[in-house]
């Protein structure tokens, strides 16, 4: 009994940010030298009135409306995101109730970042061998430049919206081969938003915008990403998990057909391929086009992927994400 990945289907905002209207707003910010750090040149960002639970509801029914049989057979419902509607229910619930889905249906949140997609396939995978549902339904994305101070160049151009929505089910064909997770809670202050939380609640002290030594200008209620930090964990930590993964499936970089990493940013990515030694033609990467979606960022190049015919059935394909935590998870699978 084997674990396989359906259908993907995402949903981004209508609000389309160029490179140029951060320009235009901040004259002082060199955004050519962004741009070649960063690797995005547009991103999309919610409106005031839309959430994560907004967006992924029509990623949903994308998936259902090519796929009508599916709803009946889902079994469980997982929403990975930092940015729900409330801080209870959870997104999930309110989800269930927005599709239509019959009550039998587990459905519970994953507060999880960038790694958050591989996890929650793990999770489904495990839902799946238990008997407990013979389809899940994955939702992975947020909202977050909502949490973003306009202000903070370090990451304002960074992020971008959007949700996916990913059907995994039960199957004969292999699937899912393997997953590799681990945490460094140590760090957990190399990404954060520090109010808002029970530690912290959000105040008018939290409120006043505070300026760094780089002249990024930020309040206590915005996500803060020690960047230069990140990159280093990431590249001590990412490269030998991917290595330990394919080892115990004696596999080797050369035997996958396809790398799809966490889209953090082209700087991030650059240096992973690199210490990895992939092909240039093995890596895919839309950085450039949605901006970094957080936990929607690899299922978001995965379908970008498939619809661009670069991975075709019967493939090898690694995926890996890593962030906030922090933590990182990798999984290798037979598309």
């Known amino acids: 009994m084997n674990t396989r990945i359906r259908r993907i289907e995402y949903q981004l905002p209508e609000r389309e940010v160029t490179n140029q209207e951060f320009q235009k707003t901040h004259p002082e910010w060199d955004m050519n030298a962004v741009a070649e750090r960063a690797g995005v040149e547009v991103r999309y960002f919610s409106a005031p009135d839309e959430t994560a639970l907004d967006l992924a509801e029509k990623a949903c029914l994308k998936v ?11 079994g469980a419902l997982i929403f990975c995101t930092q940015t729900p509607d409330h801080t209870l229910p959870s997104n999930a ?10 009550e039998g249906v587990l459905a519970f949140d994953v507060a999880m970042g960038c790694s958050g997609f591989v996890n929650a396939l793990s999770l489904a995978h495990g ?31 960074l992020f971008g ?24 809670g140590k ?23 505070e300026e760094d030594s780089r002249g990024n200008i930020r309040t206590k209620n915005d996500i803060w990403m020690d960047g230069l930090s990140v990159l280093g964990l990431v590249n001590t930590r990412v490269p030998s998990q991917i290595q330990k993964l394919l080892q115990r499936n004696q596999s080797t970089i050369d035997d996958v057909d396809l790398f799809v990493f966490h889209q953090a940013s082209k700087i991030m990515l650059d240096s992973l391929v690199a210490r990895l030694g992939v092909k240039p033609e093995k890596h895919f990467h839309n950085v450039a086009k949605v901006g970094n979606t957080v936990s929607a960022s690899i299922p978001i190049a995965l379908k970008d992927a498939s619809d661009q015919g670069l991975v075709s059935p019967g493939d090898l394909v690694l995926i890996s994400g890593f962030g906030v935590g922090l933590a990182w998870a990798t999984a290798l699978l037979r598309w």
């Open 64 to 74: 259902f409306e090519n796929d009508p049989e599916a709803l009946e057979n889902v």
């Open 93 to 102: 619930c309110l989800l269930h109730g927005r599709l239509g889905m019959k």
């Open 127 to 157: 839902f799946i061998q238990s008997r407990q549902a013979d389809s899940v339904l994955v939702v992975t994305g947020d909202t977050l430049s909502k949490r973003v101070s306009d202000d903070d160049r370090s990451i304002a151009v």
């Open 161 to 184: 919206d959007g949700v996916a929505a990913t059907l995994v089910e039960m199957s004969d064909e292999e699937g899912l081969i393997d997953v590799e997770s681990a945490t460094a």
């Open 187 to 209: 760090y957990w202050d190399r990404i954060m938003i520090p109010a808002g939380g029970s530690r912290m609640p959000h105040s008018e002290e939290t409120s006043i915008p």
